[in-house]
């Protein structure tokens, strides 16, 4: 099993700038990719960015430019830097791990832009 968890999120003005945090713990060994996805009000759950094992990695159009993934083997942490936060950037920020079939997910934080 994988354990997820995410810090980081909050609010900000539109243009401001927030970077996330998830902490993997447990059979870290069996993951991946690990990743970002939201989720809006009424809206479906959408993919954020993803980072491969390998180093690879991938965003969603809305985002690519202003959003960052990283991550930090030393501490098993994935981030997601922010920049250039607009309104429609709010939802609830969720992280998640892929090893083999099965997906992970945090708990998910809430990402708030005032305009």
């Known amino acids: 099993q994988v354990q997820l968890v995410e810090s980081g999120g909050g609010l900000v003005q539109a243009g401001g700038s927030l970077r996330l945090s998830c902490a993997a713990s447990?059979?870290?060994?069996?993951?991946?990719?690990m990743g970002w996805y939201r989720q809006a009000p009424g809206k479906q759950r959408e993919s954020v960015s993803q980072i491969h094992v390998g180093g690879s990695t991938n965003y969603a159009d809305s985002v690519k430019g202003r959003f960052t993934i990283s991550r930090d083997n030393a501490k098993n942490t994935v981030y997601l830097q922010m920049n250039s936060l607009k309104s429609e950037d709010t939802a609830v920020y969720y992280c998640?791990?892929?090893?083999?079939?099965?997906?992970?997910w945090g708990q998910g934080t809430q990402v708030t832009v005032s305009s």
């Open positions: 447990g059979s870290i060994f069996s993951i991946n990719v």
């Open positions: 998640a791990a892929a090893s083999g079939l099965t997906t992970h």
